[in-house]
């Protein structure tokens, strides 16, 4: 188990990398384009996003999930911030623990980490795989103040809403061209896709 630094008095923000903190979607498609590939963003399902040049398949999942764990091997990520992240991440640790939550590909914990700490973002890593819900609840179950979660994924919000219903929850998506293809239910989940009215909502929901 890691070592988590979590403040049990304090409200805490779990908050997720890829497509949340990170613009995961460009940086991938800058290095599937540079090995002759194309990213075509028909779907919100990243690898039949992916094509050979000229052709009117998608790759197959197998050629996909290779390309995939490639990119996650680059040291250091080639993946850009999300635009007023690190500005929202730096106000709501005035007040609240952060913890950054993330599944990557096995092995990739340390780039994410080196990642994470160039880019502003030097808070507590999780790497976990699978539905998220377990995680969130077993974080939340540190602190007596309340919590927060920001996913892109409805399968990772619903699971926390499983597990730990009382962890407030929220749908970002940072990439503006994925965003009318995320599914949404904002009956279950706020959904905000820009950081600085994300940021507000957390600090309102944790009182901060
Ligand atoms: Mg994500």
């Keep these: 188990m890691f070592a988590l630094r979590i403040d049990p008095a304090a409200p805490l923000v779990i908050v997720d990398v890829d497509e949340v903190l990170a613009q995961f979607v460009r940086g991938f ?9 194309e990213m075509r963003l028909e779907r919100f399902a ?17 050629t996909a999930r290779r390309l995939f764990d490639a990119f996650f091997q680059l040291d250091p990520h ?10 929202a991440l730096e106000g709501l640790a005035r007040g609240a623990t952060i913890v950054i939550l993330t599944n990557a590909p096995a092995g990739s914990r340390p780039a994410r980490a080196r990642w994470l700490i160039q880019n502003g973002l030097p808070y507590t890593l ?17 602190t007596r103040g309340p919590a927060a979660f920001v996913d892109d994924l409805l399968p ?30 904002p009956d279950r989940h ?10 507000a909502a957390i600090a309102q929901a944790l009182r901060l």
Excluded: C, H
């Excluded at 050979?52 to 398949?57: F, P």
């Excluded at 407030?168 to 061209?177: G, L, P, S, T, Y």
């Design 78 to 87: 080639d993946i850009d911030v999300a635009p007023g992240a690190r500005e």
């Design 156 to 185: 990772n919000l619903d699971s926390a809403a499983a597990a730990a219903p009382a962890v407030a929850r929220f749908q970002m998506v940072a990439d503006e061209r994925l965003r009318s293809l995320a599914p949404a239910a």
């Design 46 to 62: 990243l690898f039949q996003n992916i094509y050979r040049a000229g052709e009117t398949a998608p790759l197959d999942t197998g």
């Design 29 to 37: 498609e800058r290095f599937v384009v540079a090995q002759g590939y």
């Design 190 to 199: 706020r959904r905000i896709d820009d950081w600085p009215t994300l940021a």
């Design 126 to 142: 999780v790497v976990g795989s699978g539905p998220k819900g377990p995680a969130v609840a077993a974080l939340a179950a540190r």
